[in-house]
């Protein structure tokens, strides 16, 4: 696979030309869509997927995912002092690559965890999919008394490149990025002193019913067989929808009975020709960490939530820094505001994600203390 780069946006389209896998109408496509992404120049790409007649293989994609999850579950065993044996549950989500043995059985494997533990290997979610895996450990550690679970999100970038020239399959060459995040939840009381936050709150909206969403992100071949993710063109609108329907249910669950009466009473008589009244969620949540997709993405959650610059500060910092790192990405924005010491004990953090399905999820955090700045963080890079 070659060494992982930093690439930035010149440094990318070069390499795209180089590689002599697009032709020039793809390449003019990629410059274009680089440039209003919202995407800085310090993302981390794997630079043999630039070979020419790059095709992705599962070797690629099992050694990209090797570098980044058994490094973030490291720093999380340090961090948390946890031993590995001590883990009852393991739950991995990978939207693109799915191998034999499962990516689960790879972290089993690498890290010798019990031959008891209740193993779980989620695909094809996107990046829906780490909110996912947070509500599966919430519903075992529900039924598992006493336990540990480690939660991976992780996207391997090599085995979903798309070398061909169809504008569509084009597009997450253009956004995503490598990454993995580790979390460790638990249900020993004792931990509570320990643990930086408590789950409140998880909603998850899933659109798959209607056809147009179903296929608005979707894996396929073009016509000269090459694979690839094809992203439609009216996904914005379609996860604008999915956003509605997902905070339709999530407000009546985190806002105050005041905004809520406002929300109600406003549903009940407001004229037809009105815009429809939209909550104060600035009253519900402290912080916002929408998914880092694109910047036309978070624009448009900004405007539909009507929240301020300061709410979208991390997703936007996490976009320029690490590009969109699929259902990690959640955890880079809440790592920028630990490490910027911005959460305070009782503050409530928003994760939003989406993915393909169509899915919105979201779920609630309320800080148990004042979170200090982390010896591990992805950030620390940036400071020195």
């Not at 999850?69 to 044996?85: E, R, S």
Request: net charge positive; proline share 3%.
């Amino acid at each position: 696979m070659g060494l992982l780069v930093q690439v930035s946006k010149a440094e990318f389209i070069e390499l795209a030309k180089r590689s002599g896998n697009f032709n020039d109408t793809a390449i003019k496509f990629q410059e274009q869509v680089l440039k209003k992404s919202g995407i800085g120049d310090e993302t981390y790409l794997p630079k043999g997927v630039f070979r020419p007649g790059y095709t992705s293989s599962l070797k690629d994609g099992r050694e990209e995912l090797s570098l980044v999850m058994f490094g973030a579950i490291k720093d999380l065993l340090v961090a948390t002092k946890v031993n590995p044996k001590d883990i009852k549950i393991l739950i991995v989500n990978c939207g693109i690559l799915n191998t034999t043995p499962s990516i689960s059985s790879m972290v089993i494997n690498h890290f010798k965890l019990r031959s008891d533990i209740h193993s779980f290997n989620l695909g094809g979610m996107g990046c829906a999919a780490g909110i996912t895996a947070i509500d599966l450990a919430k519903d075992l550690l529900d039924a598992y008394p006493r336990s540990y679970a480690l939660v991976v999100s992780t996207e391997a970038v090599s085995y979903s490149w798309y070398s061909g020239n169809d504008s569509d399959m084009l597009i997450p060459n253009c956004f995503f990025r490598m990454g993995a995040a580790a979390i460790m939840l638990s249900n020993f009381r004792l931990d509570r002193w320990r643990a930086k936050y408590e789950l409140k709150q998880l909603v998850r909206t899933h659109k798959g019913m209607d056809n147009k969403s179903y296929k608005s992100i979707h894996q396929r071949e073009d016509n000269e067989g090459k694979k690839g993710l094809s992203i439609s063109k009216d996904v914005i609108e379609i996860g604008g929808h999915a956003l509605k329907a997902n905070i339709t249910t999530l407000g009546p669950l985190v806002l105050p009975v005041s905004e809520q009466l406002h929300f109600f009473t406003n549903l009940l008589f407001k004229k037809k020709k009105s815009k429809p009244y939209i909550p104060d969620f600035k009253l519900a949540f402290e912080h916002v960490c929408a998914l880092a997709t694109s910047k036309k993405v978070l624009d448009e959650i900004q405007k539909n939530l009507e929240l301020t610059e300061e709410y979208m500060e991390a997703s936007r910092k996490t976009l320029e820094r690490f590009g969109n790192t699929s259902s990690s990405s959640n955890w880079y924005e809440l790592s920028y505001l630990e490490f910027n010491k911005r959460i305070k004990k009782g503050d409530r953090v928003c994760q939003i994600a989406f993915g393909s399905g169509f899915m919105c999820n979201s779920v609630v955090w309320k800080a148990l203390r004042n979170v200090g700045k982390p010896k591990q963080s992805p950030w620390i890079e940036d400071e020195n």
